[in-house]
């Protein structure tokens, strides 16, 4: 083993052991929970090195970074989601990677991963993001639609073709009510899931908690979770 490779196996068993443990506590099965491994600002080659580990969810925030990753790592059996913030001149390059955007947060949005999904014959999936510092009509500072735009916008992806609604996602809210409240926020988050899926059962994934907080996501329930300094280690930005 590489001291890389050890250096990363070390770490996704300490997060492995924090995710069961976890599910222990909240009485649910490990398989409930599926560990997404967030690798930007990390090279292909630990993308590679974590795909030997047994990890098959990666997740990016931002295109520059996550397109030519992708396509170096394409031989992999890995699914990729995107995270960040997405712009819709982004969208034909992601469109031709991600298996799953998470953070769908507006009409026009949806409009333009359902044409490029189409254009390409890909189906993508898509979470809506929920902004919990957002009031009900606003979008929240990293992003999201407000809770009151969830039901709208996840008919807007159902209908629409080459995409798939396949849940919701949040990021614990660094001000409002929710502030350093991040189990509320998360049981606030499963709520409104339980609510999408009277209309739409199949949208039963939920992604929330990361490396600080993904014991509290784990405890409301949440599907996924997303990891990246925990598995991977905190450094400055590549270049």
């Given at each position: 083993?590489?001291?890389?490779?050890?250096?990363?196996?070390?770490?996704?068993?300490?997060?492995?052991?924090?995710?069961?443990?976890?599910?222990?506590?909240?009485?649910?099965?490990?398989?409930?929970?599926?560990?997404?491994?967030?690798?930007?600002?990390?090279?292909?080659?630990?993308?590679?090195?974590?795909?030997?580990?047994?990890?098959?969810?990666?997740?990016?925030?931002?295109?520059?970074?996550?397109?030519?990753?992708?396509?170096?790592?394409?031989?992999?059996?890995?699914?990729?989601?995107?995270?960040?913030?997405?712009?819709?001149?982004?969208?034909?390059?992601?469109?031709?990677?991600?298996?799953?955007?998470?953070?769908?947060?507006?009409?026009?949005?949806v409009s333009a991963l359902s044409k490029e999904a189409v254009r390409v014959?890909?189906?993508?999936?898509?979470?809506?993001?929920?902004?919990?510092?957002?009031?009900?009509?606003?979008?929240?500072?990293?992003?999201?639609?407000?809770?009151?735009?969830?039901?709208?916008?996840?008919?807007?992806?159902?209908?629409?073709?080459?995409?798939?609604?396949?849940?919701?996602?949040?990021?614990?809210?660094?001000?409002?009510?929710?502030?350093?409240?991040?189990?509320?926020?998360?049981?606030?988050?499963?709520?409104?899931?339980?609510?999408?899926?009277?209309?739409?059962?199949?949208?039963?994934?939920?992604?929330?908690?990361?490396?600080?907080?993904?014991?509290?996501?784990?405890?409301?329930?949440?599907?996924?979770?997303?990891?990246?300094?925990?598995?991977?280690?905190?450094?400055?930005?590549?270049?």
């Open positions: 083993m590489t001291d890389r490779k050890t250096e990363l196996a070390a770490n996704l068993a300490k997060v492995e052991e924090r995710i069961t443990a976890a599910c222990g506590v909240a009485g649910r099965e490990r398989e409930e929970v599926t560990l997404i491994v967030v690798t930007k600002t990390y090279p292909a080659s630990d993308v590679r090195i974590l795909s030997e580990l047994g990890v098959r969810h990666v997740a990016e925030n931002r295109d520059q970074d996550a397109a030519p990753k992708a396509a170096a790592c394409a031989d992999l059996p890995l699914k990729w989601h995107f995270v960040g913030q997405l712009q819709t001149n982004k969208v034909r390059s992601v469109v031709g990677y991600a298996d799953v955007v998470q953070s769908v947060d507006r009409s026009r949005l014959g890909r189906e993508v999936g898509c979470l809506i993001q929920v902004a919990l510092d957002a009031g009900e009509s606003e979008r929240g500072e990293r992003g999201g639609v407000a809770p009151g735009g969830i039901e709208e916008l996840a008919d807007a992806v159902a209908d629409a073709p080459g995409l798939r609604l396949d849940g919701l996602m949040t990021v614990a809210p660094l001000t409002g009510e929710y502030a350093g409240r991040e189990r509320a926020a998360f049981d606030r988050l499963m709520d409104l899931s339980t609510d999408l899926r009277r209309a739409h059962p199949t949208a039963t994934m939920v992604s929330a908690g990361m490396s600080a907080d993904l014991e509290q996501a784990v405890a409301a329930g949440a599907t996924h979770v997303r990891v990246g300094t925990a598995v991977l280690g905190v450094r400055p930005r590549l270049g």
